[in-house]
């Protein structure tokens, strides 16, 4: 195992808030997102050319430049509609 030391800002309640509510500590918090983050970049390389090849560029593009419908159910699950 490595040890890692991380400076956090003096108010830093944004994080300890986080680990609260989670019911955990900031170390426990912190090792969680290295392990999905890197879990994620182990994954990438992986996934990416299988998904480019299958899929359909100019169908993807069309997509991105449709404009979005309001009130759908996964903009309230993000918090952008209340």
């Known amino acids: 195992m490595t040890a890692l030391t991380l400076r956090l800002p003096n108010d ?3 994080a300890s808030s986080h680990a609260r509510r989670r019911g955990t500590s900031i ?4 090792e969680e997102m290295a392990t999905l983050t890197l879990a994620e ?3 990438r390389p992986a996934f990416s050319p299988a998904r480019a090849a299958a899929g359909k560029g ?3 593009l069309a997509l991105l ?8 159910r996964d903009d309230v ?3 952008r509609l209340q």
């Open 58 to 60: 100019g169908r993807g």
């Open 65 to 72: 430049t449709k404009p979005r419908r309001a009130g759908r």
């Open 27 to 30: 170390n426990r918090l912190i």
């Open 41 to 43: 970049f182990d994954a």
């Open 77 to 79: 699950r993000a918090g």
């Open 12 to 14: 830093s309640t944004h």
